[in-house]
T-cell receptor, first 111, second 114 residues
């Protein structure tokens, strides 16, 4: 059983479209992180959200942490081919727990 | 460049063999994590060391072992290799022993078992 579930598993869209990917859990997390991984490379941290209801923006990327701190979303506006990659959410239940990774959403942006 | 180095980048070996993967963490980071990533399993946490001590264990097989040395570099030993062990192996480092501190990932070692 995955403690963190991500949807959709795969997403293929045209350049310029908007998209949202989701990270869900039945457990409460003290914080959630989003990583992006390009093929053949290690994941790179995009953002950490720690407060329920928190919204963070990183250029065309908007991250939201659910009010109950059980879920998070990543919205990309006007997707570009450079956004292609595997988006992983990761969470720690407490500051004493290790981070757990979700299975990821594989995004392909077609020029 | 994350500052985490892993060697070798590629490794091809036969079933039944033993290999050692090496990781040097980012300067100042005391935690080292090992992950296995295959197409059908995603990123699987194997084991974590913090300042030389085992901190957390994940889905690590008994055929696999790891250690962190006094200079904080870490090695992952994989023995009695099977075809299913073919995967990307990532090392990550972090400043803290737990919690949502950023993990810096190395470039990975691609292991192919034939």
């Amino acid at each position: 059983t995955q403690l963190l579930e991500q949807s959709p598993q795969f997403l293929s869209i045209q350049e310029g479209e908007n998209l949202t990917v989701y990270c869900n859990s039945s457990s409460v997390f003290s914080s959630l992180q989003w990583y992006r991984q390009e093929p053949g490379e290690g994941p790179v941290l995009l953002v950490t959200v720690v407060t329920g209801g928190e919204v963070k923006k990183l250029k065309r990327l908007t991250f939201q942490f659910g009010d109950a701190r059980k879920d998070s979303s990543l919205h990309i506006t006007a997707a570009q081919p450079g956004d292609t990659g595997l988006y992983l959410c990761a969470g720690a239940k407490t500051s004493y727990d290790k981070v757990i990774f979700g299975p990821g959403t594989s995004l392909s942006v077609i020029p | 460049d994350s500052g985490v180095t892993q060697t070798p980048k590629h490794l091809i070996t036969a079933t039944g063999q033993r290999v050692t993967l090496r990781c040097s963490p980012r300067s100042g980071d005391l935690s080292v994590y090992w992950y296995q990533q295959s197409l059908d399993q995603g990123l699987q946490f194997l084991i974590q060391y913090y300042n030389g001590e085992e901190r957390a264990k994940g889905n690590i097989l008994e055929r696999f072992s790891a250690q962190q040395f006094p200079d904080l570099h870490s090695e992952l030993n994989l023995s009695s290799l099977e075809l299913g062990d073919s995967a990307l192996y990532f090392c990550a480092s972090s400043v803290a022993p737990a919690g949502a501190y950023e993990q810096y990932f190395g470039p990975g070692t691609r292991l192919t078992v034939t």
